[in-house]
């Protein structure tokens, strides 16, 4: 039995998910597509030997689709998961959940009166095999407690349209997400460092800066965002523990020997670096589905991560320390 799915938005994410349920992930179909952009959904449609219809609403509300996988614009992406929660149909959201604090909120809302999880948000980065094995190795107490992280979120370049805002709320919010997956706790404060200014950069966009996270016990945690550092995709995280260190690697298969050099590659970009991730991510997404049980990044881990980039940004805006103040966190989601 295949789960049929229904994808609003064939941009670029939604086109390597179309792809990846078409010719990656098992037991799953696109049945229907919908984009604002109707030629390029047309002929996606086609391709895939999918339904086009005109509007998300309408896409949510097909027999046929049994999940939904939302990758439109992300100012639509709280109207289409509270209608899915409508008709009770499960649904896969690209991060962000929702772009206010309030979005998030009311879908989490929508759900407890429910009485059941249908929301998965897409933060990848807890199936990648590389922090994968820093949550077991963190799980086991081996190296003792944790003290602090070391992390930098490195991109080759950013376009005009990236400005100092999308440092925190659209790169680092993945940072946010992974490492309190990683620690099993929710933060407590926030403060923004802005470094001096790399000649890389544009008019719009201060960079690089720092986050400094600190959470419930006391670790604290800092982020580098650098998004034109020009040599490649590089993402690190080091855990400092009482009684080692324990570091995230980039995967690499093989290294080149050449010219009185010694070197293995970096990822060009997100999608070679995550690839893996990606498919893991919505492969076990269609299994839980599949099996009526959610078991990924839920509606209130989207929640968690939109108040922390609000705090994030207050405390870039005012250069102090802000408090991160969480609601207390529903039952459903315990």
């Known amino acids: 039995m295949e789960l049929k799915i229904g994808v609003i938005g064939t941009g670029a994410i939604g086109q390597d998910h179309i792809r990846r349920f078409t010719n990656k992930v ?3 179909k696109v049945v229907a597509v919908t ?20 509007t998300g609403e309408e896409l949510i509300s097909l027999p046929e689709v049994d999940a939904v996988v939302v990758t439109s614009w992300d100012p639509t992406h709280e109207q289409y998961v509270l209608e899915a929660i409508n008709h009770n149909k499960y649904v896969f959201c690209e991060k962000p959940l929702s772009v206010e604090t309030e979005g998030c909120k009311r879908i989490v809302d929508a759900e407890v009166k429910l009485g059941k999880r249908l929301v ?3 933060f990848m980065r807890r199936y ?3 922090y994968m094995e820093l949550k077991e190795i963190i799980d086991s107490g081996k190296l003792g407690e944790v003290l602090m992280l070391h992390c930098a979120h490195r991109n080759v370049s950013s376009g005009e349209n990236y400005d100092t805002l999308m440092a925190i709320v659209n790169s680092a919010v993945h940072e946010i997400d992974v490492l309190r997956w990683l620690l099993n706790e929710d933060y407590v404060a926030a403060q923004v460092i802005m ?5 890389n950069t544009h008019e719009k966009l201060h960079d690089p800066q720092v986050l400094i996270l600190e959470t419930e016990s006391g670790i604290h945690i800092d982020v580098e965002i650098f998004v034109n550092c020009k040599y490649g995709y590089d993402i690190k995280c080091e855990v400092v523990c009482e009684d080692g260190v324990v570091s995230l690697s980039n995967p690499s ?21 995550f690839e ?11 299994d839980s589905v599949t099996a009526d049980e959610m078991n990924g990044p839920t509606a209130w881990d989207g929640y968690v991560a939109s ?14 320390r802000v408090e991160i103040k969480i609601d207390k966190c529903p039952d459903l989601y315990k």
């Not at 893996?276 to 269609?286: H, P, R, S």
């Not at 108040?307 to 102090?320: D, F, L, P, S, Y």
């Open 253 to 273: 298969y093989s290294s080149i020997r050449t010219a009185g050099k010694d070197f293995t590659g970096i990822p060009i970009d997100w999608e070679q670096r």
């Open 26 to 28: 098992k037991g799953a």
């Open 307 to 320: 108040v922390t980039t609000t705090a994030g940004t207050e405390a870039r805006e005012t250069g102090k």
């Open 120 to 122: 998965q948000v897409g």
């Open 195 to 199: 470094p001096k200014k790399t000649s």
């Open 276 to 286: 893996a991730a990606y498919e893991q991510e919505l492969q076990l997404w269609v």
């Open 128 to 130: 990648d095999r590389g």
């Open 35 to 54: 984009d604002i952009h109707v030629e390029r959904a047309e002929q996606i449609a086609q391709e895939v030997g999918a339904k086009f219809v005109k």
